[in-house]
């Protein structure tokens, strides 16, 4: 049975309209200085930490509305799980909205818009090709570009790039947000360390889950020459989650029942507590009527079956959709955190209900599980959290998932020009996880070179190790002493990924580790 989607009746008028942000008073007035301390010709870079679900990305969209209607200038950008090996990754929005380019934009139009913010440097003017690098342009090499590789290339890119943002904060008041730091390659923190020192004045805020240990691949901004505020997000405490479901569910007031009850399960967790609101709305066992939410008559709180874990309150949510609702939802999960409509359409496996695919998305986007995105120059949705987006992913069974992931590369290939700096690794991701080996080996080489090439020696390790070890776990294990008149060698490709790890071990510093990983080259190579 189809059941009705609960849609908070506040919230539809409400939805573009600046909200007060509930909670984390102490994190609202660091921003407060921030903003206040830019407006007086000073910098101030902001670091948001707090685990997943706690409000971070609601914080950041809060102080760029209020920042931007301030008059004040802000460019944005993140880091996204899948493109954590991708150099510059989260840089590439944020250049395009500072350069005032788009998809369609033209490389002699772009290079005069760049050499505009140049003209009193003419040695970087020589540099501008290098923007390729993180903003695909097309812009020719010149004769000094074309020799830069590794980190002499990256060390000039940043010089340029820091440069541009330089140049743009003196002439206006200017704020870069870059979310999720923890998915964020090196050359993006890199290039953040960068334009802190560089520009003046200027207002950095970036966001981050908790980074330690081994996960984090080095200390953050030590470079900096200013100070890092960190700013620790905790929960919620019960006051302030009942404010919270009043706003989600468009009531004024929650009955003490209902709240002990959601706050007994989420613990503050801001994410958690909405999921739990709209699952209770969803199932029936709470009433929002008369602007009050309630226990309905006979309910009893303390008997219901709810999961102590958002990814368990996510499923029996999906449960709850139509067989067809649930499948879109499933197989944009398997696209990505956002995904294009176009591309669900090719791939949705119901050819007789693709007609109703639109009707679809807006019933998840009104149960707050998808949300429309504006900022994109295709029609696309996006998960209304990474934890949702994984929730969901995590429904469908292993043998669908390397469907749908092939049918996505496929149609990858056959649509979209293959660019190295990000189509390779998106490529890669999904024949890997179709069980293509060869295939995933072939895009995530590419793009291990190619990022090796721009100096992300870590970036480019970390995809050949994943190439050496899949084509190690596969049928393509290599050979030493049979017969290899018969087809391709595979120990040729394997001798030039060792190489490829080799070069990266050395811009990494690792010498002993190069050396091991080159004689292992010559090896395979003979």
């Known amino acids: 049975t189809d059941l009705k989607v609960f849609t908070p009746s ?28 830019l407006l007086a010709g000073e910098s101030t870079l902001l670091m948001l930490e707090g685990e997943a679900g706690i409000g971070k990305s609601t914080l950041v969209r809060h102080w760029r ?20 090996t991708t150099p510059y990754f989260a840089w590439r929005n944020a250049l395009r909205e500072l350069l005032g380019l788009n998809q369609r934009s033209d490389p002699a139009a772009a290079r005069a818009r760049i050499e505009e913010m140049l003209s009193s440097n003419s040695r970087l003017k020589l540099f501008i090709p290098l923007i390729n690098d993180i903003v695909p342009l097309g812009l020719a090499e010149n004769f000094m570009t074309e020799q830069m590789v590794g980190k002499i290339r990256a060390d000039n890119t940043r010089l340029v ?31 953040t360390e960068a334009v802190a020192n560089e520009a003046q004045p200027i207002l950095i805020v970036v966001s981050s889950r908790p980074v330690t240990g081994a996960e984090q691949k080095k200390p953050l901004f030590t470079g900096v020459q200013r100070a890092l505020q960190r700013i620790e997000l905790n929960n919620l405490d019960s006051s302030e989650s009942r404010e919270l479901v009043c706003r989600k569910l468009g009531v004024n007031d929650v009955a003490s029942s209902v709240i002990d009850f959601i706050f007994r399960k989420s613990r503050g967790n801001p994410l958690f507590t909405e999921e739990i609101a709209y699952a209770l709305v969803e199932s029936g066992l709470v009433t929002t009527e008369d602007g009050s939410c309630r226990q309905r008559p006979g309910a009893a709180m303390e008997a219901v079956e709810m999961p102590g874990h958002l990814r368990g309150v996510v499923t029996q949510r999906i449960d709850r959709l139509a067989q067809p609702t649930q499948i879109a939802a499933k197989v944009a999960s398997v696209i990505g955190e ?60 292993f043998e669908h998932r ?6 996505i590369a496929i149609h990858l290939e056959q649509s979209e020009p293959i660019d190295l700096t990000m189509s390779a690794v998106v490529l890669g991701h999904h024949w890997e996880k179709a069980g293509n080996w060869a295939k995933s080996n072939h895009y995530l080489g590419l793009a ?17 190790d994943r190439v050496i070890n899949t084509f190690s776990g596969s049928s393509l294990i290599p050979i030493d002493s049979a017969d290899k008149s018969d087809g391709p060698d595979p120990n040729f490709d394997l001798g030039r990924w060792y190489c490829l790890r080799a070069e990266a071990q050395l ?7 190069s050396a091991e990983s080159f004689l292992r080259a010559a090896e395979l190579l003979g």
């Open 507 to 513: 811009g990494l510093g690792r010498l002993m580790e």
């Open 161 to 191: 790039v820091a440069a541009l943002v330089a140049e743009m904060a003196r002439k206006e008041r200017l704020t870069v947000m870059i979310e999720d730091l923890h998915w964020c390659d090196s050359q993006s923190i890199a290039l």
């Open 10 to 37: 506040a919230v539809g008028v409400e939805a573009t309209a600046p909200m007060e942000v509930i909670g984390h008073s102490h994190a609202m007035r660091a921003f407060g200085r921030g903003f206040r301390s």
């Open 65 to 84: 509305d209020q920042a931007r209607s301030n008059g004040i200038r802000v460019v944005a950008g993140a880091g996204k799980s899948i493109q954590r």
């Open 448 to 464: 291990a070179e190619r990022a090796i090439q721009d100096g992300g020696y870590q970036e480019g390790l970390e995809l050949i």
């Open 338 to 397: 956002r995904f294009p409509t176009d591309l669900l359409r090719e791939i949705y496996p119901l050819e007789h209900e693709k007609s109703n695919l639109g009707t679809h998305l807006t019933r998840l986007e009104h149960s707050n599980i998808l949300l429309h995105m504006t900022d994109s120059e295709r029609p696309s949705y996006g998960f209304s959290h990474v934890l949702i987006h994984e929730a969901i992913y995590g429904l469908i069974l």
């Open 402 to 407: 390397k469907a749908l992931h092939e049918a």
